[in-house]
């Protein structure tokens, strides 16, 4: 027998289902408290200006706007693809969601995403060549 009764993939499916659970009935009153004294990103200072703070959602909007805002981001994140097996499958293997993405459009959207995912210590140079060879071999048969 062994010395557990669970395996590793055991624990990913787990962690996999909780965080999915987390994430189907997001509270709405606390995507409000979570955007109170955050910074909006479109408007945060660059990085040479130490120090300084972006406009902050609940500094920069009155009331109504301020709720027209909490109700569009609570409508993103229940809309949200249920990415949670992925994500832990990304934690548990050390890697790190990368800014580069291929985009396959389709002409009034996308019609399909390919995201990626490397090791810390893979230099910037390897991860776009490999987001740039991928997106070659795609195109080569579209």
Do not use: C
């Not at 993939?9 to 009153?29: G, I, K, M, N, W």
């Not at 500094?59 to 229940?78: N, P, T």
């Not at 969601?97 to 995912?117: N, V, W």
């Amino acid at each position: 027998m062994p010395d557990r009764p669970y395996t590793d993939d055991d624990l990913r499916a787990e962690a996999a289902r909780q965080h999915s659970v987390l994430t189907e009935d997001p509270d709405y009153v606390g995507v409000g408290e979570q955007m109170a004294d955050t910074e909006i990103e479109s408007h945060l200072p660059p990085a040479e200006a130490d120090g300084a703070e972006g406009w902050h959602w609940d500094e920069a909007l009155d009331e109504d706007q301020f709720d027209e805002a909490q109700r569009k981001i609570h409508g993103l994140i229940v809309g949200a693809a249920d990415l949670s097996e992925w994500a832990v499958n990304l934690g548990a293997d050390g890697l790190e969601p990368y800014d580069g993405q291929l985009t396959l459009d389709g002409g009034s959207k996308p019609i399909a995403r390919i995201h990626f995912a490397f090791a810390p210590d893979m230099p910037e140079d390897m991860r776009i060549a490999l987001v740039q060879g991928v997106g070659g071999a795609i195109a080569r048969y579209l």
